[in-house]
Nanobody, 123 residues
Framework: QVQLVESGGGLVQAGGSLRLSCAASGRGFSDYVMGWFRQAPGKEREFVATISWSADNAYYAHFVAGRFTISRDNAKNTGYLQMNSLKPEDTAVYYC????????????????WGQGTQVTVSS
C-alpha cells in the first residue's frame, strides 16, 4: 500500500510558476511509476505527466510539454511537478498517482491516488 499526499497548489498569475509535491508513505514507492493528472471543473480527469521508478523515462501530455517537468527523489519518497509558464487553462485540481510496472498515460492503470491540490491561474 502507498499513501500519497499532494501539496504546493495555489493561486498564481498567468506566466508564473508553481512546484507541486507528492509525498508518499507506505512501502515500495521507489518501485512505482508516478503520474500526475488533473481535473478541471466540468471536465474529465486527464493525464499530465508520468515518470518511471528509476526516473530514466518521462512522458508528457502535449499541452504541457516544454512547460512542465516531472521528477522524483526516491530517497525522500517524494515526487514533483514543476510547472512554468502557467496559463489560465491549466487551472484544475492536480492529482498524483502511483502504479507498479511500466509508465502509463492511462488513468485506469494507476492503483493509488492522492486527494488532489488546487491550482488556479489568473489571467
Amino acid at each position: 500500500q502507498v499513501q500519497l499526499v499532494e501539496s504546493g497548489g495555489g493561486l498564481v498569475q498567468a506566466g508564473g510558476s508553481l512546484r507541486l509535491s507528492c509525498a508518499a508513505s507506505g512501502r515500495g514507492f521507489s518501485d512505482y511509476v508516478m503520474g500526475w493528472f488533473r481535473q478541471a471543473p466540468g471536465k474529465e480527469r486527464e493525464f499530465v505527466a508520468t515518470i518511471s521508478w528509476s526516473a530514466d523515462n518521462a512522458y508528457y501530455a502535449h499541452f504541457v510539454a516544454g512547460r512542465f517537468t516531472i521528477s522524483r527523489d526516491n530517497a525522500k519518497n517524494t515526487g514533483y511537478l514543476q510547472m512554468n509558464s502557467l496559463k489560465p487553462e491549466d487551472t484544475a485540481v492536480y492529482y498524483c498517482a502511483a502504479k507498479p510496472g511500466l509508465t502509463s498515460t492511462l488513468l485506469s492503470t494507476y492503483n493509488y491516488w492522492g486527494q488532489g491540490t488546487q491550482v488556479t491561474v489568473s489571467s
